[in-house]
């Protein structure tokens, strides 16, 4: 089992970047994919982009692409998200999830683990 913290979540004005953080707990991190998830006011939570277990490979929704980037560092038990030139339409609360195993997924069901979430303000 593994426990998720976010951090890193604040106002930020537009074009300006943010690097958030997902800490985990537990030893064996490094054996769970992690994806993040943001959940703007009034509308569904949406995938953001997923990160493998060894961090080889990442994979991004088509609107984060080329602005997001997901990296990780397992011996610090933490994901990290890089975003830059941030709009207002990126205001939300960013999760991350982990799921056992090398497979990435874009739906929330595949991920048994959630962070409660960090707020990112992105003010025009």
């Known amino acids: 089992q593994v426990q998720l913290v976010e951090s890193g979540g604040r106002l930020v004005q537009a074009g300006g970047s943010l690097r958030l953080s997902c800490a985990a707990s537990?030893?064996?991190?490094?054996?769970?994919?992690v994806a993040w998830f943001r959940q703007a006011p009034g509308k569904e939570r949406e995938f953001v982009g997923a990160i493998t277990t060894s961090g080889s490979r990442t994979y991004y929704a088509d609107s984060m692409k080329g602005r997001f980037t997901i990296s990780r560092d397992n011996a610090k038990n933490t994901v990290y998200l890089q975003m830059n030139s941030l709009k207002p339409e990126d205001t939300a609360v960013y999760y991350c999830?982990?799921?056992?195993?090398?497979?990435?997924?874009?739906?929330?069901?595949?991920?048994?683990?959630w962070g409660q979430g960090t707020q990112v303000t992105v003010s025009s």
């Open positions: 999830a982990a799921r056992v195993g090398q497979l990435l997924s874009t739906k929330e069901d595949a991920y048994n683990y």
């Open positions: 537990g030893r064996t991190f490094s054996t769970y994919a």
